[in-house]
């Protein structure tokens, strides 16, 4: 019981870490004198919106359930049926091929966590980019293999690398499958 608490309250912080990092919103005498506005709303006006699915591979999650770390959706939806799926709000740009997810996932286990977040599909590189706890950006994650579920997240080196040590575990490897992606822009 007190590990459950102690993990809530640790993905509680997680969480607040994650969003305290956020930009505070500029006052309108700055947004008037900054010619930047202007450029973020012709970027915005280029974007396209979305989902992306991502279901996680049943081995890696009983990998991960048998080391008793849990995995909690950051401004995703959850599901858990046979499959556990989480799904994100996305925005694409056609222009570059890239998709952010915005959210992220959380995993804890043994009074550890990592916060992955900053999710970038880029497909003209074939890799997805992110931050754990609020680090560097990396290549989290290779693109490979569709399936009927989607696309492969498969582990890079330096992604098991982040995750192990934030989790303070040496289960995730290199090339391990994450999960199958479906991204749908509108």
Known sequence: MR??????????A?????????????????????TSAVETSAWVSSQVVGT????????TAAGLDALG??????????????????????????????????????????CEFAAVTGLVIDAATGMVSGRVNLGDRIDLFRLGGTTAQGVAWHFTGAGATALNDALGVAAVRTSRILGYDATVLA
Request: net charge negative.
């Open 3 to 12: 590990t459950k608490l102690f993990q809530g309250l640790v993905g509680a």
């Open 14 to 34: 997680a969480v607040a870490a994650v969003i305290g990092a956020g930009a505070a919103p500029a006052s309108a005498e700055t947004a008037a004198a900054d």
């Open 69 to 110: 770390i849990e995995h909690y959706g950051l401004f995703a939806t959850k599901t858990e049926a046979a499959l556990t799926t989480y799904e994100f709000k996305v925005v694409g740009d056609p222009a570059d091929g890239t998709t952010e997810l915005r959210g992220g996932i959380v995993f804890t286990g043994d």
């Open 52 to 59: 992306s699915t991502l279901t996680i591979d049943p081995t």
